[in-house]
């Protein structure tokens, strides 16, 4: 397997196009995260079934978050997507989250050849029901072993979601 943040640049950034490692598929309970000291995939742990993804979840390469990981993102497509795909998605918005104090925004993305929609989700609202529904994950996944740890602080427009991207990739850089 290839080190992803050498073999792949962020993608183009000003055009809202990212490029995206998926981690997670959708509906999985299983925590996988890259490890980018061995530049491998891990599992970090099993969550309980209620916790499951409600959509894939990835990081973008060569981007660093405040938390010191690569910078999440919110990968929503019709099917779950396997561990270790990439793709090139179109940057839809920012979920403005904290993990225990931490920084830990999720940038939310479709991939950007969608010909089953027509390429029809541009922005977070056009996705009302899945807003809420990742507000609500995100809020809760923590909570039998730490209530109230996790907190969504808001949700952020596409231009929003390129500067927290720009500055993920600022800190990679000067790392």
Known sequence: MADF?????PGNVDEGIVNTVVEIPEGSQLKVEWDR?????MLDRVEPAIFAKPCNY????QTLDEDGDELDTLIVCPEPLPTGVWLE????????FEDDGEVDDKI?????????????INS????????KKLEHHF???KDLKKPGSTIVKGWGDVGEAKAVVKEC???WNSK
């Open 108 to 120: 939310v993305v479709v991939p950007t050849d969608n010909r089953d929609d027509g390429d029809a």
């Open 124 to 131: 977070l609202a056009d996705i009302p029901q899945l807003v």
């Open 5 to 9: 943040n050498q073999v792949l640049t």
């Open 58 to 61: 990835g990081f973008i390469p």
């Open 89 to 96: 998605a179109k940057i839809i918005g920012v979920m403005r």
């Open 139 to 141: 809020t809760h996944y």
């Open 169 to 171: 990739i600022e800190r």
């Open 37 to 41: 000291e061995h530049a491998a995939f």
